[in-house]
């Protein structure tokens, strides 16, 4: 009976240490910031995500300038980049942002065409949010995408 009993025990700690492991590996609840560290063009792109229940609810992909205004709200950069581009900010950052959260941080970015550039920096900025919402730390990264 001891010896049934002490294998029991040792097979609930075994699961408690693999459960343990594998939450290191979920997102914690909280709002994760990851920008990039240098203006590009005159935009610092950013990502922000918040995190409930460990599923990633929300996800806003954006970039400012230096005075704060959002990319997305630039009609002349709209127009210019459609006709030139095919797309336009509040296009692709809506499409990047709904992968990410559809996929909950595990499937591919699919790139939008006439938006590769931005889509390389999504994916280096989501990769770096994903790791604040991981660690718990809802302090704002910022990251290198220069590629």
Known sequence: MKKIFTIILSLLLAV????ACGDQEELQDGYYTA?????SHGWKEYITILVKGGNIIS???NAENASGFIKSWDNAYMQTMLHVQG???????????NQLLEGQGEG???????????????????QA?????????????????EH
């Open 16 to 19: 408690a240490l693999l459960t």
């Open 35 to 39: 920008q990039t560290s240098e203006f």
């Open 59 to 61: 996800v806003e992909y």
């Open 87 to 97: 797309t336009y900010p509040n296009e692709y950052t809506r499409y990047y942002a």
């Open 108 to 126: 591919e970015i699919d790139a939008l065409t006439g938006a590769t550039s931005s889509h390389g920096s999504f994916q280096i900025l989501a």
């Open 129 to 145: 949010v994903l790791e604040q919402a991981r660690r718990g730390d809802s302090s704002i990264v910022f990251v290198d995408t």
